[in-house]
């Protein structure tokens, strides 16, 4: 692969069926799957670990791993869950989160410097593509890597018709035990109850959990997290998140998922979904974007 050649920090190595992208700086190691573009690791040489990744995680074709940011494109969650402006752009029924997570994505661009690194990873349209989602695109995952990481999903219309989309960035984080977790910056703001009849209802306070939680919040929110040894900020610009921790009986349904694994985790998804999907025009782009800082 002639990107990675003569580079300082980055590698390429193989995880049982998987390629993935090595990033080993002084001050920071980073995973990148080629599959799914899809971040599994990024610890910081001081700050530790920003992201979750799943102790029975699989590195396998054709199937998203457990923790890390999954991408989740032209889609998001449960096909008929979504708006019909974004349901009627796809052919026949499909499976959740879309098709971007379990293709194979190129590696476009490295940027490496003493203080961090910059990786660019594009998915183009194909026949297989095409034959679910009938319109020619371009989509990049840029991510930046330093004292912080940053995010950036780029959709690009290379086709002659308007396409919509709804998407999301599912970020999994490590948490030191979920029960004593207080997640701020939503409060005031609406939200979807997906456990409950997809009833809105209105955040009055912290999120804490002491039970399943799947929720999508209204708005752009600013994102402060703690639990006993982990303090984050998560900053995005789109209108719409979900919040996620599976809790006891669903995590015995759940993939790549230790029974007890909820309670070291916890999702925090920036999102363009329900109303607030994304209708890119020929020859336009739009990104979506997140910032993580650790305390």
């Given at each position: 692969m002639p990107l990675i050649e003569n580079k300082s920090f980055s590698s390429?190595?193989?995880h049982d069926e998987l390629d993935c992208l090595h990033i080993n700086h002084p001050d920071f190691f980073a995973e990148i799957c080629l599959q799914g573009a899809q971040l599994t690791q990024f610890k910081h040489r001081l700050?530790?670990?920003?992201?979750?990744?799943?102790?029975?995680?699989?590195?396998?074709?054709?199937?998203?791993?457990?923790?890390?940011?999954?991408?989740?494109?032209p889609w998001f969650g449960i096909l008929d869950k979504n708006p019909s402006s974004v349901t009627d752009c796809v052919n026949g029924p499909q499976g959740s989160h879309g098709f971007a997570r379990n293709q194979c994505w190129e590696l476009s661009n490295i940027t490496e410097t003493q203080d961090s690194v910059m990786i660019e990873l594009t998915l183009k349209h194909s026949q297989q593509s095409l034959a679910v989602w009938p319109f020619k695109f371009e989509l990049t995952c840029r991510f930046t890597f330093s004292e912080k990481l940053t995010i950036e999903l780029i959709t690009q219309n290379l086709d002659e018709k308007v396409f919509t989309i709804s998407q999301a960035l599912h970020t999994y984080f490590p948490v030191d035990d979920i029960s004593t977790v207080s997640i701020h910056g939503a409060d005031s703001h609406k939200y979807v109850d997906a456990l409950d009849d997809w009833q809105?209802?209105?955040?009055?306070?912290?999120i804490q959990f002491n039970q399943e939680v799947d929720r999508i919040y209204l708005g752009n929110i600013e994102y402060k997290f703690k639990s006993e040894h982990e303090c984050f900020e998560l900053n995005s610009n789109s209108h719409s998140s979900v919040v996620w921790n599976p809790w006891i009986n669903k995590s015995k349904t759940l993939s790549q998922f230790p029974d007890d694994a909820y309670q070291s985790m916890l999702c925090i998804e920036n999102a363009n979904v329900l109303d607030d999907v994304i209708t890119v025009k020929p020859n336009q782009t739009h990104t979506l974007s997140m910032t993580l800082i650790k305390r």
């Open positions: 390429i190595i193989k700050q530790g670990d920003f992201l979750w990744l799943s102790p029975t995680v699989q590195y396998k074709q054709g199937q998203s791993l457990r923790g890390g940011v999954p991408i989740c494109w809105i209802k209105h955040q009055q306070q912290a």
